[in-house]
């Protein structure tokens, strides 16, 4: 069984561009979840996707935004980038809200730097 | 809002030595309880979790972690760490919630490094 697959795996970027990131679930999965990580604050959570649905949100500004398509694959978009915005972002997926048991499998991230 | 902490930011030891890694949360309601261990260049693993039942979990590669409810604290313990065990630890908490209200709360982390 495949894993948590991210693409690009390195991205360097201006300032003011925006950016898309990619993610593949394991097949199956149907919730997709995205991490922000930086060496300051850890982990952030951004957003969570179910059926094509937004079901959770974190506190980051509109330009993070991302959607799921109906095979549960899901895009996270940056506008206008900020040198703050360099990060690892972090892809996790599992069945479905409430099947909490099986946890989270997480993808090996994209490493965004903005320069 | 829930909140998570790991107040050790860097642990070195040598390696047969023991470890203990703290964490606590902020939450009065039920929480899923979780430790994710991340090696250099590696994405993040589970190493163990806690939903119910027995507060001593034990996990993989020889770590288990004890749930104490009164205290809001779910540490990790290896008895004798080895120089693989290098590594970031992540302590990451869930809330039980309304439905699709759910997400992980992860600690800054604690990065370990062991000495051969």
């Known amino acids: 069984k495949a894993g948590v697959t991210q693409t690009p795996r390195y991205l360097i970027k201006t300032r003011g561009q925006q950016v898309t990131l990619s993610c593949s679930p394991i097949?199956?999965?149907?919730?997709v979840s995205w991490y922000q990580q930086t060496p300051g604050q850890g982990l952030q959570f951004l957003f969570e996707?179910?059926?094509?649905?937004?079901?959770n949100k974190g506190n980051f500004p509109g330009r993070f935004s991302g959607r799921q398509f109906s095979n549960s694959r899901s895009e996270m978009n940056v506008s206008t980038l900020e040198l703050g915005d360099s990060a690892l972002y972090l892809c996790a997926s599992r069945e479905s809200p409430g099947t909490g048991s099986y946890g989270y499998t997480f993808g090996s991230g994209t490493r965004l730097t903005v320069v | 809002a829930q909140s998570v902490s790991q107040h050790n930011h860097h642990v070195i030891l040598s390696e047969a030595a023991s470890l203990e890694l703290g964490c606590n949360y902020s939450?009065?309601?039920?929480?899923?309880l979780f430790w994710y261990v991340q090696y250099p260049g590696q994405h993040l693993q589970l190493l163990l979790k806690y939903f119910s039942g027995d507060p001593l979990v034990k996990g993989i590669k020889g770590f288990e972690a004890e749930f104490i409810k009164s205290k809001f604290s779910f540490n990790l313990r290896k008895p004798s760490v080895q120089w693989s065990d290098t590594a970031e630890y992540f302590c990451a908490v869930k809330l039980i919630s309304n439905f699709g209200n759910e997400k992980l709360t992860f600690g800054t982390g604690t990065r370990l490094t062991i000495i051969p």
């Open positions: 996707y179910f059926s094509e649905t937004q079901r």
């Open positions: 939450y009065g309601g039920t929480v899923n």
């Open positions: 097949s199956g999965h149907r919730s």
